[in-house]
């Protein structure tokens, strides 16, 4: 089966045509760099996204402090990752890239800052 | 009368990258405006990746974009930052008015460069009728409520256009809990970055609407609908071809003019239909040693090209400086 496959990894948005057989990627054309042979990998096999949002500072004049995950995460976990960063307060003051929390929803990836509080 | 060797105005990315290749370049004594109580301009509220593949070969967000810029600026004393500062009158000498709170200043600017970005067209310039409720945002505007402060502005979104701040305002409302009801566009395909449509509008199941406009708000104090049409190729209404959704938001979407009314105060020849410096030559304007560069010289796609084009504005005010010893 081909599957056509739109390339995030960069601003071009490559179209990706994906010979899939069952769940694994056996063919890949389209693709202007090495990077789209990746991304259609993950997204027919395990699709990932990195996620982004903010989280409440107490304390600072700055209310919110952006935050990202270092790494992407499986897209069936958004959901579920975006209640636990509702629930997150930072009180103390935080540096961009400084890790708010380790090992986040034990997924393996950090969520980290992505500015610093102010 | 104080005088200084180049004046900026904007810390955003296009100012900024300027700032440095000016100081780069050998000139020493920098004024730079910025009107926020920060720098960063629009990066700061743009917290999703996607930023620096080009320019940094790395995928960065918009905040982490513009700390780079923003260190380099820290490290160079001959880069005086005023925050705070917004230019309220430009003359054709580069002499600028700004406020900063509490004070009325004057300088003088032997170069200037204009980075003040662009504003986002509101509903009035595409003419939806309907009543005139709370709940009618730009999504930028949107963008910055709930990135920066911290406030969700509805429950139940429709957005006009499919330009990318609207794709990123879809998902991030779907993130935070609130439900998009449909992306509504009247041209046969979106505006925005395609990997936009994927990442924010597919992957999260919200229809989008090719030739379709809004036609009518629904509402009293607050929306409660809206009315959308199919349009035919030359954007006319296909009667009896209206759909109806139930929402209490509308984001609109629709791009972005070039913010140039102070170079325009100041007599620089203009192109009145895209509202930027008409010229000849990247970042040039008609008076000489007044140069735009970023968005306010012309729109563009990704912050990557706006970083890459305004470091060519910080070498020609450099060179300029230079002729004028």
């Known amino acids: 089966m081909i599957r056509k ?19 694994k990627v056996v063919k890949i054309t389209g693709n202007e760099c ?10 027919i096999e395990d699709p ?36 636990e960063i509702k629930r997150i307060r930072i009180s103390e003051p935080v540096r961009i890239g400084d890790i708010i929390i380790e090992d986040f929803l034990r997924l393996g990836v950090d969520l980290i800052a992505t500015r610093e509080s102010r | 009368m104080i005088e200084r060797d180049l004046v900026i105005v904007g810390g955003g990315p296009a100012g900024m990258a300027a700032a440095i290749a000016a100081h780069e370049n050998g000139v020493e004594d920098i004024l730079l405006l910025e009107r ?38 820290r490290s160079a004393p001959q880069i005086e930052v005023s925050l705070r500062s917004f230019v309220v009158r430009l003359e054709e000498d580069k002499r600028l008015f700004f406020i900063k709170p509490g004070v009325l200043e004057n300088v003088k600017a032997r170069a200037l460069i204009m980075a003040t970005g662009c504003r986002e067209k509101t509903r009035e310039m595409i003419h939806i009728a309907g009543t005139r409720p709370s709940g009618i945002f730009s999504a930028g505007l949107a963008q910055k409520l709930i990135n920066i402060e911290g406030l969700l502005p509805g429950r139940k979104a429709v957005i006009a256009g499919s330009g990318d701040i609207g794709l990123i305002m879809a998902r991030r409302f779907m993130l935070e809990g609130a439900e998009v009801k449909a992306v509504i ?44 049409v199919r349009v035919d190729g030359d954007f006319n209404d296909i009667p009896g071809a209206e759909i109806e959704f139930e929402c209490d938001t509308v984001l609109i979407s629709v791009g972005l003019i070039p913010e140039n009314e102070l170079i325009e105060m100041a007599g620089v020849r203009m192109d009145k239909k895209t509202n930027s410096p008409v010229s000849k030559e990247l970042n040039r304007t008609s008076i000489p040693g007044l140069f735009v560069c970023g968005n306010s010289f012309k729109v563009y796609d990704i912050v990557d090209s706006v970083s890459r084009d305004s470091v060519i504005a910080g070498r020609l005010a450099a060179e300029y400086l230079r002729a004028l010893r």
Do not use: W
């Open chain 1, 48 to 83: 990932t996204r990195i996620l982004t949002s903010t989280v409440l500072a107490e304390g600072f004049s700055l209310r919110m402090v952006p935050v990202r995950t270092d790494r992407p995460i499986p897209k069936g976990d958004i959901k579920r990752a975006m209640k």
């Open chain 2, 185 to 228: 566009e009247i041209q046969k395909e979106t505006r925005g970055l395609l990997r936009n449509v994927v990442q924010c509008v597919e992957d999260f199941d919200i229809p989008v609407y090719f030739n379709h406009r809004i036609s009518k708000i629904y509402g009293k104090e607050r929306v409660e609908k809206i009315s959308a």
């Open chain 2, 36 to 73: 926020d109580h920060c720098l960063g301009g629009i990066l700061n509220q743009c917290i999703h990746t996607g930023f620096g593949i080009e320019y940094f070969k790395e995928v960065l967000t918009g905040p982490e974009y513009a700390h780079r810029f923003i260190e380099k600026i």
């Open chain 1, 34 to 43: 090495p990077k789209g042979e990746e991304y259609a990998v993950s997204e």
């Open chain 1, 5 to 23: 496959v739109t390339c995030i990894d960069c601003p071009k948005g490559c179209v990706l045509s994906v010979g899939v057989e069952g769940r």
